[in-house]
């Protein structure tokens, strides 16, 4: 059974934070991830959308083909990927040295969430970024 991290300190990991990848990212106001992208990025955070169908900006921002294109250091990586399809994504952030990895609300990997922890990585799983930003920041 995971274990997430706690309140204190998945609001720590969200005042610190300041480059989110956000896998999954879709161009379609209507989606979910682009919500939420749009949220973080007026809450103050650089989103920096992940998705190989992706060509044009998503909110201004150049799209990426994985996380490993990314030349910045990511704080969060933020996954909106089926459950069975994030075990590669958790490998590729801790190999570009993420310092999160946060699988959104429905999508449980224990493998990934496993791999994560075991290479240095905060794993938060089956939570929205969004509401633990508004319940723990109060934003």
Avoid at 3 to 27: F, M
Avoid at 61 to 90: G, H, M
Avoid at 108 to 137: P, S
Wanted: proline content about 6%; overall charge neutral; glycine content about 4%.
């Amino acid at each position: 059974m995971f274990h997430n991290p706690s309140d204190q300190e998945r609001a720590q990991l969200l005042k610190e934070a300041k480059n989110i990848a956000v896998v999954g990212c879709s161009n379609k106001p209507e989606r979910t991830s682009y919500m939420i992208a749009q949220a973080l990025q007026q809450a103050g955070y650089r989103i920096f959308p992940v998705n190989p169908t992706l060509t044009e900006p998503v909110l201004g921002e150049k799209p990426y083909s994985s996380l490993k294109e990314i030349d910045e250091p990511i704080d969060i990586v933020n996954v909106f990927r089926r459950s069975d399809q994030v075990e590669p994504i958790a490998r590729e952030a801790v190999e570009i040295k993420a310092k999160a990895i946060w699988f959104q609300l429905g999508v449980i990997n224990e493998q990934a969430f496993q791999y994560a922890k075991e290479h240095g990585l905060i794993a938060v799983m089956d939570r929205c970024i969004k509401v633990d930003h508004a319940l723990l920041l109060g934003k």
